[in-house]
């Protein structure tokens, strides 16, 4: 997958992250947790676009790091709203995939960029 797809495919989740928190009904709890996987959610596709104008192959390393983590952040996050019963499985299983989907892609990413470092 190209970088310009990536950053298309990033920015998607962060639109689909947005509406999917907006939808959330309202409460002190879901408020909390909606507020966390929206900041996590969009920072995927900003830091991602921070790598893809990386200085060296060790700053683009880094920065997929921090993608890394927002990534699998937002997985925690999405996994509480389940595990709590605050949203159904089925409700979030699209987002919770794509999710899933661009942290694979990343830690690949990663795990090349190591090996090809000169």
Known sequence: MGAENLKDRTKKFALMVIEF???LPRGKT???I???LLRSGTSVGA?????CRAKSRADFINKLNIVEEEADESLFWMELLIESNLVKAIEI??????ANE????VIASI????????
């Open 21 to 23: 928190v907006e939808s």
């Open 30 to 32: 879901i408020d909390v």
């Open 34 to 36: 909606g507020k966390q």
């Open 47 to 51: 830091n991602y676009r921070s790598a």
């Open 93 to 98: 299983k699209p987002l919770f995939n794509e």
């Open 102 to 105: 661009l942290l694979s892609i």
């Open 111 to 118: 795990k090349t960029a190591k090996k090809t470092r000169c």
